[in-house]
């Protein structure tokens, strides 16, 4: 199977149906491109380790599209330490009318993320080199997303500490993790106020935990959404 590939294609539409996903031929097409110059982009730069046509499918596009599940449709979306686009882009390409913002410390990978951008045609989604630590100094930020989303990016204690300032006041936070996420939850340093609350960065947290399978290689997944707790 070759990316960009009619059997690709069909491929990756076959298993967002199976988890009740809907992608059309332009969709699809965009995220062939997508997936074809991320693997050409990778001989030169260290973009992912999934080379594989059918995991890429499966475990960066169609992966990167679960969230979009709990995704308010013009939600304003931060992707932090997001890498090779991960999952910002094909966020976006499913829907279209978010507004996106992907933030990595990288460079090169921000020049990767800029020219995918521009040859998809993308619009209102934009690359930043930054430090996540350093968004904070930047007015743009903080406290004005609605979704502040990162895939394997640091530990949960970590990327919620961070976070946690950039969403907006009803705004929530989505850690994508594998399946040893609730020994994270169960070692957070954080202070317990309850049961499922925790006070992090003076800001009291509630969890919400959704464990899923891929359907193909049947990889366990998390998604741990987080949101300010109001008493």
């Known amino acids: ?36 110059e991320l693997i050409a982009w990778n001989k030169k730069i260290n973009l992912t380790a999934i080379t594989d046509p059918a995991e890429v499918a499966e475990k960066h596009m169609l992966d990167a599209l679960i969230p979009s599940k709990f995704i308010p449709t013009n939600a304003a979306v931060i992707d932090v330490g997001t890498g090779g686009g991960f999952p910002g882009i094909p966020l976006k ?35 930043h080199q930054y430090r996540v630590e350093d968004l904070l100094n930047h007015p743009e930020f903080a406290g004005q997303f609605d979704v502040v989303i990162s895939r394997a990016f640091t530990s949960l204690e970590r990327f ?44 009291p947290l509630t969890f919400q935990v959704e464990k899923y399978r891929l359907p193909i290689s049947g990889d366990e997944r998390s998604l741990v959404m987080a949101r300010k707790y109001f008493a």
């Not at 594998?178 to 994270?184: D, F, I, L, R």
């Open 1 to 36: 199977m070759d990316i960009n590939a009619t059997n690709w294609n069909f491929f990756l539409k076959t298993i967002a149906d199976s988890i009740s996903l809907t992608l059309d031929s332009n969709m699809i097409d965009q995220m062939a491109i997508y997936a074809s």
């Open 160 to 203: 919620l500490g961070l976070a946690v300032s950039l969403i907006t006041h009803d705004g929530f936070i989505v850690a994508m993790k594998g399946k040893g996420v609730q020994k994270e939850i169960d070692e957070l340093k954080a202070k317990k106020i309850r049961e499922n609350v925790y006070k992090i960065n003076g800001h």
């Open 93 to 127: 390409i499913l829907m279209p009318s978010l507004s996106v913002n992907l933030v990595d410390s990288s460079r090169k990978k921000i020049n990767f993320l800029k020219y995918v951008i521009r040859i998809l045609n993308l619009k209102n989604i934009f690359a």
